[in-house]
């Protein structure tokens, strides 16, 4: 089983990534799928969160997921308020929007890898907008995709047309593929190396 953790903040559109990457891997063959939100008294702007599962056999497992193998962070301005790292197996994977990979970042390297991506810029190229923020949460699945090699571009295309009005997929879909060209994958080496420069 492999475990993916939404973070965000509300009005992001993490409930709907978590949702769409589970119907994405399902049509990729996975047997046990799920996607759950984590409810509160949240508010637009509030972090939450919500999870993935995603397995070759049923899923049995409805609770909320303490140490996944990835975290996707839909706003970096969360690492300085949420531990991220507490929400991620040791040797997992964080997946993170932002423009450069900062030294911040690189502190996190416990984990084995971080992947980047700027999604707000993408979003903002392909029109992703709502109420004038940008919509980064197509282009983190596509992050997600280059990352983990779980789930390929073609089902989460399908994914987002079943999810998606045919108006705005074609603009999601060019936004999940320019992510997907775009992500930088830094292995725990790769860190290492840095730290040593």
Known sequence: MYEVIWHGRGGQGVVVASQILAE????????????????GPERRGAPVTASTRISTLPVRTF??????????????????????????QKEGLI??????????????HRCERIAVV?????????????EGAPIVNTPLLGAFARAT???SLE???????????KAVASANIAALRAAYDDTDLMLEEDLKEDDRQ
């Open 155 to 165: 089902c989460l295309e399908m994914g987002l047309r079943g999810k998606l009005s």
């Open 95 to 108: 997946i993170i929007n932002a423009p450069v990979l900062s030294d911040h970042f690189k502190a996190m």
């Open 149 to 151: 090699g779980l789930v």
């Open 24 to 39: 994405s891997a399902y049509l990729q063959g996975f047997k046990g799928v799920t996607s759950a939100p984590t409810f």
């Open 63 to 88: 609770a909320q997921i303490n140490h996944a193998d990835c975290a996707v962070v839909l706003d970096p301005t969360l690492l300085k308020s949420v531990d991220i790292r507490d929400t991620v």
């Open 118 to 130: 700027d999604a707000v810029r993408i979003a903002l190229i392909h029109h992703l907008t709502h």
